[in-house]
């Protein structure tokens, strides 16, 4: 039952560098998610997946990439970290959007310095 | 766009009763409410789908008055693994995205 797969766990950046958040599921969700949680803060979405090849904002898009060229897979870029990217960062799936549960990954904690 | 949730935090003695509210400026297509535990993953307690929809599970109910666009999540005889904070999510834009409130930090002491 491997459901919703995030990599890395943990991630020291510095202050310019790139990376790529993995996200993948092997439920066959057409929707993903990508979230992202300041300490003691609510979660903010970032970018959305209705399905392969369809991507759209969320409410804080700025200083993210993302692509869908499978089911399985919504990898999140982040070009030019910055310190304000410091964050936990939770993907997740749902079959019908917000009509049905949303699993959620188990997180990926990133500190930019 | 994002929903309010209220109160911010609530501190409770073991048994006791507590009610969270969620409430939205935009039509409600549906309300999720989740738990998350410091360190962890939001974990999935109920959907409402329809106004007037009520749910439970175990001794935590929710309920959905979809005319005032607002939801509430009841915690009936609380347990010490109550404690977390709660989020409600409301679906908007077609049931395609789920944006959260800011959250309700629930504590219970012994």
């Known amino acids: 039952n491997a459901g919703v797969t995030q990599t890395p766990k943990f991630r020291i950046l510095k202050i310019g560098q790139s990376m790529t958040l993995q996200c993948a599921q092997d439920?066959?969700?057409?929707?993903m998610y990508w979230y992202r949680q300041d300490p003691g803060m609510g979660l903010k979405l970032i970018y959305y997946?209705?399905?392969?090849?369809?991507?759209d904002k969320g409410e804080v898009p700025n200083g993210y990439n993302v692509s869908r060229s499978t089911t399985e897979d919504f990898p999140l870029r982040l070009e030019l970290a910055a310190p304000s990217q410091t964050s936990v960062y939770f993907c997740?799936?749902?079959?019908?959007?917000?009509?049905?549960?949303?699993?959620f990954g188990e997180g990926s904690w990133l500190t930019v310095v | 766009q994002q929903p309010v949730q209220s109160p911010q935090a609530v501190i409770l003695r073991e048994g006791e009763d507590a009610v969270i509210n969620c409430s939205s400026s935009?039509?409600?297509?549906?309300v999720h409410w989740y738990r998350q535990k410091h360190g962890e993953a939001p974990v999935f307690l109920m959907i409402?789908?329809?106004?007037?929809e009520q749910k439970g599970h175990e001794k935590i109910s929710a309920s959905f008055n979809e005319k005032k666009q607002q939801s509430s999540l009841y915690l009936t005889a609380s347990q010490l693994s109550y404690s977390g904070t709660y989020f409600c999510?409301?679906?908007?834009?077609?049931?395609?995205?789920?944006?959260f409130g800011q959250g309700t930090r629930l504590t219970i002491n012994p």
């Open positions: 997740a799936s749902s079959d019908r959007g917000s009509g049905n549960t949303i699993y």
């Open positions: 439920m066959n969700h057409n929707y």
């Open positions: 997946s209705v399905g392969a090849g369809i991507t």
């Open positions: 935009k039509a409600l297509y549906s």
């Open positions: 409402l789908l329809k106004g007037g």
């Open positions: 999510g409301s679906g908007v834009q077609g049931a395609q995205k789920l944006v």
